[in-house]
């Protein structure tokens, strides 16, 4: 059976989005220079060699594959969330799409990567990082699919000791994704055409 949340409008549904985005970005950084200082924080953005690049642009191109895979080949039911990305994304202008997933990319890994993963490890923070994403909780394999792209990202942080592999990598996600879903190739956009 389909949960969809009817009395929250898409409006309210990106407005709280941005907003979750923004309150993030600002933990990351409160926690960022708490744990690191100002210097070691600023370090964590340096530029990385170019095969953590491709390594970060190999990762995404998997993590987006699998999820289009379990999109056209696995029952609908084990994947829905309530069509909350699609009602987020669909009617995003291609800017706004960017835009928003550049700053879910840039604060969700400055936080788990950056400072969360920096105290307690890849394992324990892929996992907070799963629970983080409770829509998905009731969904063994939005779980699965969920806590391993964490678990990838947090071993492109740890190859180097630099955010931007996996920022980079979780935008492209994010950004592929978002597309695969405006542009109606996904199941529940197909089905409701």
């Not at 340096?46 to 998997?62: D, E, F, T």
């Not at 309530?82 to 669909?90: K, L, P, Y």
């Not at 920096?118 to 998905?136: A, C, E, K, Q």
């Amino acid at each position: 059976m389909k949960q969809e949340h009817p009395m929250i409008d898409e409006t309210t549904l990106r407005y709280h989005l941005w907003l979750t985005q923004f309150v993030v970005i600002m933990i990351a950084v409160a926690g960022s220079l708490l744990v690191h200082g100002w210097e070691n924080s600023v370090a964590l953005f340096r530029l990385s060699s170019a095969g953590a690049y491709l390594w970060a642009l190999g990762i995404a191109l998997v993590v987006v594959l699998s999820s289009i895979a379990m999109d056209r080949f696995l029952p609908p039911r084990w994947q829905d969330d309530g069509s909350v990305n699609e009602r987020i994304f669909t009617g995003l202008t291609p800017g706004k799409t960017i835009l928003l997933c550049a700053l879910i990319g840039v604060g969700e890994e400055w936080l788990f990567r950056g400072v969360i993963q920096s105290l307690i490890g890849n394992l324990w923070t892929s996992l907070l990082f799963t629970l983080v994403h409770v829509r998905y909780l009731t969904k063994p394999l939005l779980v699965g699919s969920v806590f391993l792209t964490s678990w990838l990202l947090g071993n492109l942080f740890q190859a180097d000791g630099q955010l931007l592999p996996p920022i980079l990598a979780h935008i492209v996600i994010d950004l592929l994704l978002a597309f695969y879903i405006q542009f109606g190739f996904s199941r529940e956009r197909r089905s409701r055409e």
